[in-house]
T-cell receptor, first 115, second 114 residues
Framework: KAGVTQTPRYLIKTRGQQVTLSCSPI?????VSWYQQTPGQGLQFLFE???????NKGNFPGRFSGRQFSNSRSEMNVSTLELGDSALYLC??????????????FGPGTRLLVL | AQSVTQLGSHVSVSEGALVLLRCNYS??????LFWYVQYPNQGLQLLLK??????LVKGINGFEAEFKKSETSFHLTKPSAHMSDAAEYFC????????????FGPGTRLSVLP
């Protein structure tokens, strides 16, 4: 079974621009979570989607948004990029939100550099 | 609220020595516990997980972890370190209630010296 895929793998943007990252979960997985990883802050939870609905959200500004499609693929968008948004963005998928379905499997990440 | 602490942001061991990475959690009910490993420029790979079956959990690459409720700990061990074990290791906790999210520890970077 194919793992979690993320595109693109690397991205360079300038301040003020916006960016969209894509995540395809493992086949059959319905829950997708996004994380931001930086050397200073570690792994921080951005949001989780299940059945096309955002179920949980971390403590990030409204510039960070996402969505999930009917095939469980997810996108996250960051508008008005700031230098501090430079990070590795990780997507993780799991079967669902019920007990026994919680194990998260991670993609390789998208490394975003904001200049 | 759940939380995870990992004692030691950087641990160095000699090749062939015991690896011990510490993880303590805070949770109002026994949670699910996980260890992930991250190699440079890669995503996180699941090493092992505890979901209330056996308290001693065996994972991939010779790693194992023991859940100790009385100590609220889930330390990761490997009897003999290999150079390829050099990576960053994350402990994570997830609640048992519907939809509770993962909370990750800050990570421990493991260096293996020849």
């Amino acid at each position: 079974k194919a793992g979690v895929t993320q595109t693109p793998r690397y991205l360079i943007k300038t301040r003020g621009q916006q960016v969209t990252l894509s995540c395809s979960p493992i086949s059959g997985h319905r829950s997708v979570s996004w994380y931001q990883q930086t050397p200073g802050q570690g792994l921080q939870f951005l949001f989780e989607y299940f059945s096309e609905t955002q179920r949980n959200k971390g403590n990030f500004p409204g510039r960070f948004s996402g969505r999930q499609f009917s095939n469980s693929r997810s996108e996250m968008n960051v508008s008005t990029l700031e230098l501090g948004d430079s990070a590795l963005y990780l997507c993780a998928s799991s079967l669902g939100r019920f007990e026994g379905q919680e194990t998260q499997y991670f993609g390789p990440g998208t490394r975003l550099l904001v200049l | 609220a759940q939380s995870v602490t990992q004692l030691g942001s950087h641990v160095s061991v000699s090749e062939g020595a015991l690896v011990l990475l510490r993880c303590n959690y805070s949770s109002s009910v026994p949670p699910y516990l996980f260890w992930y490993v991250q190699y440079p420029n890669q995503g996180l790979q699941l090493l092992l997980k505890y979901t209330s079956a056996a308290t001693l959990v065996k994972g991939i690459n010779g790693f194992e972890a023991e859940f100790k409720k009385s100590e609220t700990s889930f330390h990761l061990t490997k009897p003999s370190a290999h150079m390829s074990d050099a990576a960053e290791y994350f402990c994570a906790v997830s609640g048992r209630n519907y939809g509770q999210n993962f909370v990750f520890g800050p990570g421990t970077r493991l260096s293996v010296l020849p």
